[in-house]
């Protein structure tokens, strides 16, 4: 299966060193963060820690409905915040029925 676009800038943000994978990495930025990415199958906890840091650092958060794992090349995380601002951009421009802002709150 061929990747999409915004797991192709995913791999662009892993090899710069732009993105921070986990719950204890994320806690630790102070700012900088323009998108935070979670895994649709994320337990509930993770998912109310991906509303908060949407909300701690103004940005939009985005949903993986299958293969963030796989995405991130990381097994077990679930979320992840994207720190560099034109790709944050391009992920926002080409969202797909897999990559989605949430239609509502969790």
């Given at each position: 299966?061929?990747?999409?676009?915004?797991?192709?800038?995913?791999?662009?943000?892993?090899?710069?060193?732009?993105?921070?994978l986990?719950?204890?990495?994320?806690?630790?930025?102070?700012?900088?963060?323009?998108?935070?990415?979670?895994?649709?199958?994320?337990?509930?906890?993770?998912?109310?820690?991906?509303?908060?840091?949407?909300?701690?650092?103004?940005?939009?958060?985005?949903?993986?409905?299958?293969?963030?794992?796989?995405?991130?090349?990381?097994?077990?995380?679930?979320?992840?915040?994207?720190?560099?601002?034109?790709?944050?951009?391009?992920?926002?421009?080409?969202?797909?029925?897999?990559?989605h802002?949430?239609?509502?709150?969790?």
């Open positions: 299966m061929a990747r999409s676009k915004v797991e192709s800038y995913i791999g662009f943000l892993r090899k710069s060193g732009k993105i921070t986990g719950s204890g990495a994320i806690s630790t930025l102070r700012g900088g963060v323009y998108i935070i990415i979670v895994d649709g199958a994320a337990a509930k906890n993770t998912q109310k820690l991906a509303l908060k840091y949407k909300n701690r650092f103004s940005c939009p958060l985005v949903v993986c409905e299958s293969g963030f794992e796989d995405a991130v090349n990381k097994p077990g995380c679930k979320i992840a915040a994207v720190r560099d601002k034109n790709l944050s951009g391009a992920i926002l421009d080409n969202l797909d029925e897999n990559y802002l949430p239609e509502a709150v969790f």
